[in-house]
């Protein structure tokens, strides 16, 4: 048979890796027809909706829900009462702590669950709600993170009285969760105490919150005949769920179903259990029908899972040309009313302690103190992998504060400091293994393109124009060079409530040459139909159009750990590629049997496999998938399908460099972006469409976060602002133009080389951002601005610049 | 408690549906007519993400009750195909030029974008963002949106847009 179609044509026609191939996905959501938790409508349904505290702090003095009960359409109402006698009334939580699922005796911040209604529909449990009576009498709270560990600070955790060891080591006053201390304090400590030039700033990272556009929600549904529960939710890791429902519930986890349909974004906010799960599950098996719990925006922004809330305090030790020679950091961890922070087992503080940056630091000392406050709990990873992106912009700061001491520019420092090419693997003087990393040129190549000498040209002809009063506008350029750690990661390290954070890929190839293949992540719009089909099209050399993708559904996918941490590429795309290649293993014996050669006398082309000279006689992946199915090899069983779980050898580490131009209104306040440039370094790129809309979104995120975002509380403990009239979410109109760019620096260890990149723009966007409004003050002597920089505190800093006389 | 007859045309099908006075449209929508494409992001107006057509405007259906669209011509997510299932442009545009991730977001971004380009046939970019900005979305940075509403604009005035999503 004479080859009609090029090599190249036949690689085009996979739409493998490389492609930017338009989403399977996109088919059902511009139809309408996507399916979400809230869209789920089964017969006899029951509405569930929580009762939660107006106080902060307050002991519950009286609770009487026979109001509530005695209202038509109410089927149920749970208290702690209810839940206590099923050991229910508190949960364990990712990090070691427990969380109150109904308040017991006490609540410990506004909007806490306190009652569970049960009604027909939404609207009776909403007026059931009202009905519930709560006599409160109200505690001081504790607001002030500093105030955490005075000795008169109020108790808070009264379940945790006479514990003097927490989950991670000792705790020295009643108010303090853990201390989680890394690295060389000696030797740290004598360099500071000789070095020639030091910087030391307070940098805090404001308390945030994911706010996906899609609330949390679940449907519990018991049968009470088989003994089966099966619990719809919306579960960035739903296999964890499952297990966790089965032992909290005490239902064997072959009789839980965990499903998570569509998830309208997730970025954090959906990794964790919430006590709406666990009410409704208990609802579903006292009641036995199938309980919808769906929260609110108010309830989502003030008691489900919030981020940061940091106070870093950093330094460094440098020489006089700019040499850094140390680093020395103490955080003041928020972490609210009860430690729900979704962290790897081993590590409190995540993976802070990537905090050295890209840089090449020789010595460094890290602590971190965890706090109880009177706040909601959470400290979630909101796109970002572990605190990383609170590492990443205090070191991003605290370099352009060092730059600005030395009189040197920040780009200049950041290059003087960079851990070289030749330096890969490189180790942290916190302990991480650095997998690759081409920094100068992608500092060089950002440079180049956003033409930063004529930038800071620009900015100094500026300044000099302001001083004479012909403008009111001050520019900005903010650098920042991240360098994150993805993709948790090996199960030596890092395990959630003692399981390992592998993850896994099964994929049947059926007769016809078409697959089904399935993870154990779960998408919540990153596009894995797409992506992970693109993988195996390149492996196996088949038409990513045949391939379906299917995640979420604890029945029919293979265990593993979900989706947060930028971890689907690097863990269950390496065990996609993995076990793409356990089948294109034995598609080679098959091949080899019925070409009647060796199989080492074969090899691979693109979609078939070929006689060693002798091109002609060759056998498709299409024609093996039949002859598996179809013709008795010796030796070997029929079908062709495989499993793999991937333990990753290490963490990813992708990397960028971004430079944003801002001009700021010193009379206003505002804050314009002119221009936004990224360069990210993912390794390779499996969808270069995916991944810049990816950026896009990361960006975004990032300058909602820099420029306004903030879950703030009031000195009573009252949320303020949790409804999205003030909790900032950029518009289209506040959304800058990005643009994009790229290196490629493929990851060592991983099958493909890929690194991951979801949540990139996020941890380089921030400091980004951040930078630029300080350096667009950096000339008048104001210090370190603290985020968020909404119009007001921009306006404050010019105020405190004196430039409103 | 008492429910009242409502009569409206939902994606050119005329419904009576029994609903009570609080009850709200979106409400109406999803769960009395099943038409689940519209979502609830926030219930306070603010999101966008329950945005259907009323009578040749965008609303937002979280906030306007069952009743007060009595006699009303709506159009939903679910009615923007053709009736032989012919995707519209700005469907089209959207999966073309990579305007939506989660998903969450796009039928109330869709059907504000057709009303946009209803009331505008040819936006510019300033136009466009200007017009969506009461439809909030978390995942895309909109910069792909924006492009995707220049795609179905072009395509539906008979032009080409040469950009690949980006």
Known sequence: MTETVSREQREAGLKGVGCRRRRTEDARFIRGKGNYVDDLKLPGMLFGDFVRSPHAHARIRRLDVS??????????????????????????????????????????????????????????????????????????????????????????????????????????????????????????????????????????????????????????????????????????????????????????????????????????????????????????????????????????????????????????????????????????????AFDACADPTKYPAGFFSVCTGSYDIPTAHLVVDGVYTNKAPGGVAYRCSFRVTEAAYMVERAMDILAGKLGMDPAELRLRNFIKPEQFPYRSALGWEYDSGEYPAAMRKAMGAVGYGGLRREQAERRAAFARGETRELMG?????????????????????????????????????????????????????????????????????????????????????????????????????????????????????LLEVHHNDLEWDVDRFRVKGLPEKTMTMKEIAWAAYHTPVPNIEPGLEAVNYYDPPNMTYPFGAYVCVMDIDVDTGTAKVRRFYALDDCGTRINPMIIEGQVHGGLTEAVGIAMGQEIAYDELGNVKGASLLDFFLPTAVETPVWETDYTVTPSPHHPIGAKGVGESPNVGGVPAFSNAVNDAFAHLGVGHIQMPHDAWRIWMAAERAGLHR | MATRPVTLTVNGRSVIAEVEDRTLLVHLLREHLGLTGTHIGCETSHCGACTVDLDGRSVKSCTLFAVQAEGAEILTVEGLAAPDGTLHALQE????????????????????????????????????????????????????????IRWAAATLQGRELAEAAE
């Open chain 2, 93 to 148: 545009g959207f999966s073309a030029m990579h305007g939506l991730q989660c998903g969450f977001c796009t039928p109330g971004m869709l059907v504000r974008a057709y009303r946009l380009l209803q009331e505008n046939p040819d936006p510019s970019e300033e136009e466009i963002r200007r017009g969506i900005s009461g439809n909030l979305c978390r995942c895309t940075g909109y910069q792909n949106i924006v492009k995707a």
């Open chain 1, 477 to 593: 350029i903010g650098v920042a060079f991240f360098t994150e750690i993805v993709g948790a990661g090996p199960v030596k390290n890092c395990d959630i409530l003692g399981i390992g954070m592998f993850d896994s890929a099964e994929i049947r190839i059926h007769p016809t040459g078409a697959v089904i293949a399935r993870m154990g992540t779960k998408s919540q719009g990153q596009g894995h139909e797409t992506t992970y089909a693109q993988i195996i099209a390149s492996e196996l050399g088949i038409d990513a159009d045949l391939i379906t993708i299917e995640e979420g559904d604890t029945s029919t996918a293979p265990y593993g750990l979900g989706t947060y941490g930028s971890r689907s590429t690097p863990v269950a795309g390496a065990a996609t590629a993995m076990c793409a290649r356990k089948i294109r293993a034995k598609a080679q014996m098959i091949a080899a049997h």
């Open chain 1, 67 to 336: 109001k509530a009960a005695a209202l038509p359409g109410v089927r149920a109402v749970l208290t702690a009462a209810e839940l206590k006698p099923l050991n229910l009334h508190y949960m364990p939580t990712l990090a070691g702590d427990v969380q109150a699922v109904l308040a017991d005796e006490k609540v410990l911040f506004q909007n806490q669950e306190v009652a569970f209604v049960v009604a027909d529909d939404r609207y009776v449990a909403a007026d059931a709600v009202e009905l519930v009576e709560v006599e409160y009498e109200p505690l001081p709270p504790l607001v002030d993170p500093f105030r955490a560990l005075a000795d008169d600070a109020p108790v808070l955790r009264e379940d945790l009285a006479g514990k003097a060891d927490g989950a991670h080591g000792a705790r020295r006053h009643h108010n303090h969760v853990f201390s989680w201390e890394v690295g060389d304090k000696e030797r740290t400590d004598a360099v500071f105490a000789s070095a020639p030039v030091t910087v030391k700033e307070l940098i805090s990272y404001q308390r945030t919150h994911p706010a996906p556009l899609e609330t949390c929600a679940c449907v519990a549904s018991m049968d009470k005949v088989k003994g089966e529960l099966t619990l719809w939710g919306t579960f960035q890791a739903p296999h964890v769920i499952r297990t966790v429902a089965s032992l909290l519930s005490g239902i064997p986890e072959h009789k839980v179903r965990v499903i998570a349909p569509d998830i309208g974004g997730g970025f954090g906010n959906k990794v964790g259990a919430y006590p709406g799960y666990i009410c409704s599950v208990v609802a579903s098996i006292v009641l036995g029908v199938p309980v919808k719990w769906v929260e609110d925006r108010m309830e989502n922004l003030s008691t489900t899972s919030f981020a940061r809330d940091y106070h870093m305090t950093c330094e460094l030790a440098a020489t006089e040309d700019g040499r850094i020679l140390a680093q020395r950091v103490h955080v003041l961890a928020d972490h609210g």
